[in-house]
């Protein structure tokens, strides 16, 4: 395999299975996503810089996903969510961590675009700004402000939730 | 506490659209960064409260990691001419037949077998160097510039030249 490809997947590739799930939230579909984002990387290998890779692949990654979902949206309506936590705790814990994290996965399931990728990115990737503004084609201030609203909107969603 | 909201919404607004004057914006820059510190804490006793602080980055499962993994073997880039494995092969030849030349024949003599194992070996030894150097040299000359690739690529070649003596 060629070395930049294969380095770059093995940095890369749960970063770009991880935006897929949480924007499509369905394991196979995120998969396919993942794989597309990739051949994508290896159709434009000698173009994509190795230290702008990952934006250029979370970049991709997400692009390919908002695609899914509008023809989602457009064939099937609302998809149904199989996002599930790998645990090897015991069953209990492991039962109510999946419960938690699928209450946390569906309250930035609600929320709009940018918001959620915003979400993602930062709080869950822990992406720079820099790099977030790369990925999101956003100006700094925007990333800032739109960063606050899915916040707050976040923070709703999951008090609500809660309730 | 709507009030307070509405206004905040405004200033934001105006923020995006260029409408703040520098000290405003900036002002308004620093309550924003101020307030990512306030909603790290929260994320971060969110997850923690709910054991999710492991679970942020999910791990490939294995079935993707194979689909991704065969891409370069059922997607065959056009692009990578022949030409290149070409110019390496003829350079490892140059080589191989260079150093015979200068060294003439060694009292024991490889199998016609090993010099062919050991030229199969460089080339592809050489293949690996050649995607290193090409993607280690585009990286030199626009981040660095050209002396640095200069003195990159008369190392390699100095450590290739010396290699055998040292063997």
Redesign the interface.
């Known amino acids: 395999?060629?070395?930049?490809?294969?380095t770059l997947?093995n940095l890369y590739?749960?970063?770009?299975?991880?935006l897929a799930?949480y924007l499509l939230r369905n394991?196979s579909d995120a998969?396919d996503a993942?794989?597309e984002t990739?051949?994508k990387l290896?159709?434009n290998?000698?173009k994509v810089?190795?230290?702008r890779a990952k934006s250029w692949l979370l970049r991709v990654a997400r692009n390919t996903c908002l695609d899914r979902l509008r023809k989602r949206r457009f064939e099937y309506g609302s998809p149904s969510s199989d996002m599930q936590?790998?645990s090897s705790q015991c069953p209990e814990?492991s039962l109510?961590?999946e419960q938690?994290?699928d209450?946390?996965a569906g309250a930035i399931e609600n929320l709009d675009e940018p918001y959620r990728s915003l979400i993602v990115l930062r709080?869950?990737?822990?992406n720079s700004y820099r790099e977030i503004e790369i990925i999101l084609d956003l100006t700094p201030?925007?990333v800032?402000?739109y960063?606050?609203?899915a916040?707050k909107k976040l923070?709703a969603e999951?008090i609500e939730v809660d309730v | 506490m709507s009030n307070q909201n509405d206004s905040k919404e405004k200033s934001l607004q105006a923020l995006l659209q260029g409408k703040l004057s520098d000290t405003d914006a900036q002002s308004v820059r620093s309550e924003l960064e101020a307030e990512e510190q306030r909603a790290k804490v929260f994320m971060e006793t969110y997850l923690q409260q709910n054991s999710l602080e492991r679970s942020g980055i999910e791990k490939a499962p294995e079935s993707l990691r194979r689909r991704i993994r065969a891409i370069p073997v059922q997607y065959e880039r056009s692009g990578r001419s022949l030409l290149h494995l070409g110019a390496i092969a003829t350079v490892v030849l140059s080589i191989i037949v260079g150093l015979l030349v200068y060294h003439g024949p060694a009292p024991d003599e490889p199998t016609p077998e090993e010099i062919d194992q050991a030229r199969r070996e460089l080339i592809i030894a050489f293949n690996y160097l050649e995607d290193i150097g090409q993607q280690t040299s585009n990286y030199m000359s626009r981040e660095i510039g050209g002396a640095m690739e200069h003195a990159l690529i008369k190392g390699i070649v100095h450590g290739i030249s010396e290699e055998p003596k040292n063997g």
Do not use: C, G, P
């Not at chain 1, 395999?1 to 294969?6: D, V």
């Not at chain 1, 590739?13 to 991880?18: F, G, L, M, S």
């Not at chain 1, 709080?123 to 822990?126: E, F, P």
């Open positions: 395999m060629n070395i930049k490809f294969s997947v590739e749960n970063d770009v299975y991880t799930l394991k998969e993942a794989q990739y051949l290896w159709e290998l000698e810089e190795f230290l936590v790998e814990d109510m961590q938690q994290h209450r946390l709080d869950i990737h822990q201030d925007q800032k402000v960063l606050h609203r916040r923070k999951l």
